[in-house]
């Protein structure tokens, strides 16, 4: 599975932002989908997972009530919908995909090569 992320840029805080995530390939539903995100000098942290059907979420607790995730299968594609961003949500956000559903790394063994998120005040 290749990944590709989109949808980045700069943001001021109380924005919103929508990143994409394409896949390759035909088995995208056989996948848990998540986003994860690294801002400088920290490590690469969860953010979200929908799991393969789409039917079950899970959110970090700073991202709880902001930032939605959701999938469609058909266009191979999960998107993340960021609301009321706030100046902590600047990083680099990775999608990734993996056979099991769950917030640790180790579950996903496909990673997009990031996209870059500015909130500014």
């Known amino acids: 599975v290749q990944l590709q992320a989109s949808g980045g840029g700069l943001a001021q805080a109380g924005g919103s932002l929508r990143l994409s995530c394409a896949a390759s390939?035909?088995?995208?539903?056989?996948?848990?989908m998540s986003w994860f995100r690294q801002a400088p000098g920290k490590e690469r942290s969860f953010v979200t997972a929908?799991?393969?059907?789409?039917?079950?979420?899970i959110y970090a607790d700073s991202v709880k009530g902001r930032f939605t995730i959701s999938r469609d299968n058909a266009k191979n594609t999960v998107y993340l919908q960021m609301n009321s961003l706030k100046l902590e949500d600047t990083a680099v956000y990775y999608c990734?995909?993996?056979?099991?559903?769950?917030?640790?790394?180790?579950?996903?063994?496909?990673w997009g090569q990031g996209t870059q998120v500015t909130v500014s005040s």
């Open positions: 929908i799991s393969m059907s789409g039917t079950e979420l």
């Open positions: 990734a995909a993996g056979l099991t559903f769950g917030v640790e790394k180790w579950r996903y063994a496909y």
């Open positions: 390939g035909r088995t995208f539903s056989r996948y848990a």
